[in-house]
């Protein structure tokens, strides 16, 4: 991806508006740094830098930095599948998340993340625990599709740990080239529900563009443009997906970078 631009759905003149484009530079394919630059010119832009140590050509460690976040994220690999992720940030919080995989392919099969929080003169320190259960199912080498379920718990030095089951069970379907297509969740004490669609735009074969559809108002678009450089459909998939769904969200399963 050389280029994503972003847009909102405009309801009063029925128009999509650019909310913000990403610029993407590279290193052996993988990215060095994502600048975001929004329409706005009062808001500017943000960037994570990558940095990285390589072995037979794939990533060993990477150092990502967030100065939206004013954050700073430590990757290690294995066999280039992220394994450990350290955040520190300046606030003097932290978190690590541990993957694991149970497959011969690049998509994780559970997690365990741990967060920091420290207190204030007027809050406490705040911890935080969760543990992701990853059903992947895949077709062609790419992924079809995934389900999450887990547990998470929440505590002060005030307060009691305890564990919590997830809401729900976190369904996403994809397409055959591994994009994103459906996201549902069906709820422990809610209705089930489809939660946002993707429909994807193409030419000559080539994805151009997807509409993310978020429930019944919301409406995301995205244009992409591409380098010269080519990569494995895997990678390409879980890339496409992170611009799509976002890094970070509940629904995203993987790492591509």
């Not at 050389?2 to 003149?13: E, G, P, Q």
């Not at 967060?115 to 990853?134: H, I, K, N, Q």
């Not at 000559?204 to 010269?228: C, M, P, Q, R, W």
Request: charge should be negative; charged fraction near 25%; proline fraction near 2%.
């Amino acid at each position: 991806m050389k280029s994503v631009k972003v847009y909102c759905a405009d309801y009063d003149t029925n128009e999509w508006s650019l909310d913000y484009t990403q610029n993407v530079e590279y290193q052996n394919a993988y990215p060095t740094m994502i600048k975001q630059v929004y329409s706005d010119e009062e808001l500017g832009s943000s960037k994570m830098l990558f940095e990285y140590t390589f072995e037979n050509n794939l990533p060993k460690t990477s150092v990502i930095k967030n100065d939206a976040d004013h954050e700073t994220t430590k990757i290690e690999y294995n066999n280039g599948r992220v394994y450990n992720v350290h955040t520190d940030n300046e606030g003097g919080g932290s978190s690590d998340t541990i993957y694991q995989y149970a497959n011969g392919d690049g998509y994780f099969t559970s997690l365990l993340g741990s967060r920091y929080t420290p207190g204030t003169e007027y809050s406490p320190e705040e911890f935080a625990e969760e543990l992701d259960s990853v059903q992947i199912f895949t077709e062609n080498g790419v992924i079809k599709k995934s389900i999450n379920t887990g547990y998470f718990t929440k505590w002060t030095s005030q307060t009691k740990k305890n564990w919590t089951r997830f809401n729900g069970t976190y369904t996403t379907e994809y397409d055959s080239e591994g994009i994103v297509k459906i996201m549902s969740a069906d709820f422990r004490e809610a209705p089930s529900q489809i939660q946002k669609t993707v429909e994807v735009e193409k030419e000559n074969g080539i994805i151009t563009g997807t509409i993310l559809k978020s429930g019944t108002n919301g409406a995301v678009k995205f244009e992409f443009e591409y380098t010269d450089e080519e990569i494995n459909a895997a990678r390409y998939a879980q890339m496409m997906n992170y611009f799509i769904i976002g890094a970070g969200s509940n629904y995203y399963n993987y790492n591509w970078y």
